[in-house]
């Protein structure tokens, strides 16, 4: 393992807040004894029924650096910091007041009917540029049994610098020189899988030897590109199912237009797991997310995706394929309102696949092998965790 300089973890000790000076005043407010009223939106009206109101409580969760927001019926205003849940209101937001911001979000007020159907609304919100300025949330919407749930998440505007992620020197070395192949990132929801791609994405595209073609497949595209120019390289992002109905069929068309880069947002079905691994093959880089938890997990998480009679083939090309198997979580700093990332990482070389590969398909034997691969390069969690503990960061160790 690599170590990485304290300054890069400084610069990134907090990979979920976009607000992170805001954050540390609040965590010493937090620390006060009145620090529940710091918190407050003391404006809240008597009725939310105007888009300034939502966006007047938006906009005070996000100065205050909150990852998620949650907007429910009978409770209130909740925001998420750095994984910690804190009140933002001081009254319950109603069952009416719930169906004004659907229809505010939505601008069509039939949208509440879908909930009588059992379906779901998500979409990317834009918080009133004219009042606020231009900042973009996720939003989903979901019945529940006293009304509806709504959760918000926060998008950046661009991507954040690979310098400022800590990312490990070898994994990027090894990135750097890729023209093919397999990159897999995987983790829990939340754990800035995108953030992380997109970041390297950015990289890749401010070489000016790079002369890329980036495609990026995401639902929704959390991080926009068009507020960077790039002198050799150029990055379209389209959106699943709005500009495209589904990752297949987005890697299947990329093909008509000669990529040099693909960005799949999830491998979560067999047809998309196909047409990625088909790109991968044919003289493409391909960069993609999956849910697994941790590394050895990753290929065989993607197997579970394949028909049983085709595992097996999947699996050697999986082998023959891959490059780099990332993992990564976020960890909570002990005694501050922060979290940092910690990764572990596989780096494939011939000789590593060719052991790999004598197994046969044996996935758990596979899986065993990337295990003892990372345990003795000293790439796992445990290994970053020991390499913060030097540097004086202690965290809260969630690590199996």
């Known amino acids: 393992m690599v170590e990485i300089s304290s300054d890069s973890f400084k610069k990134y000790i907090n990979i979920s807040s976009t607000y992170q000076e805001q954050a540390d005043d609040m965590y010493q407010f937090n620390r006060d004894k009145n620090r529940g009223a710091s918190w407050v939106f003391q404006n809240l009206p008597g009725t939310i029924n105007r888009r300034i109101h939502l966006d007047d409580i938006l906009e005070h969760c996000c100065a205050k650096g909150a990852d998620d927001i949650f907007i429910s019926s009978n409770l209130k205003v909740m925001a998420r910091v ?3 849940n804190i009140q933002i209101t001081d009254r ?18 039939a949208s509440i009917n879908v909930f009588t159907r059992g379906e779901n609304l998500w979409g990317a919100y834009a918080i009133n540029e004219e009042e606020h300025g231009s900042k973009r949330l996720r939003y989903a919407i979901e019945g529940t049994v006293d009304g509806y749930d709504i959760s918000f998440r926060q998008l950046m505007d661009k991507p954040v610098k690979l310098s400022d992620l800590g990312l490990e020197q070898d994994v990027w070395s090894k990135i750097r020189t890729l023209n093919d192949g397999f990159v897999i990132v995987s983790g829990a929801t939340g754990s800035g899988k995108s953030t992380l791609i997109t970041s390297m994405l950015r990289e890749l595209a401010e070489d000016n030897d790079g002369n890329h073609n980036i495609l990026t497949f995401e639902e929704p595209v959390e991080i926009r590109f068009d507020k960077l120019n790039f002198n050799t390289s150029r990055v379209k992002q389209s959106e699943i199912p709005f500009n495209l109905k589904t990752f297949d069929i987005a890697v299947k068309g990329a093909m008509r237009r000669s990529p040099t880069i693909i960005f799949v947002g999830e491998i979560n079905d067999f047809a998309t797991l196909k047409a990625s691994l088909a790109a991968a093959q044919t003289g493409h880089l391909v960069f993609a997310t999956v849910h697994a938890k941790s590394v050895r997990n990753i290929f065989s998480r993607m197997l579970y995706l394949c028909p049983n009679d085709l595992r097996s083939s999947y699996l050697n090309d999986l082998i023959e394929s891959t490059h780099v198997l990332v993992n990564q979580k976020l960890l909570k700093i002990k005694n501050e309102l922060k979290r940092i990332p910690s990764r572990e990482y596989c780096l494939f070389n011939d000789k590593f696949r060719k052991s790999l590969s004598e197994v046969g398909d044996n996935i758990h034997k596979v899986s065993q092998n990337i295990g003892d691969h990372i345990d003795h390069s000293k790439s796992t969690h445990k290994d970053c965790i020991l390499n913060l503990k030097r540097k004086g960061i202690y ?4 690590v199996e």
Not at 92 to 109: A, G, H, R
Request: negative net charge; without cysteine.
């Open 395 to 398: 965290v809260y160790d969630d």
């Open 92 to 109: 319950k937001i109603s069952v009416s007041e719930l169906e004004n911001i659907i229809q505010i979000i939505t601008k069509d007020p």
């Open 82 to 84: 750095a994984g910690r």
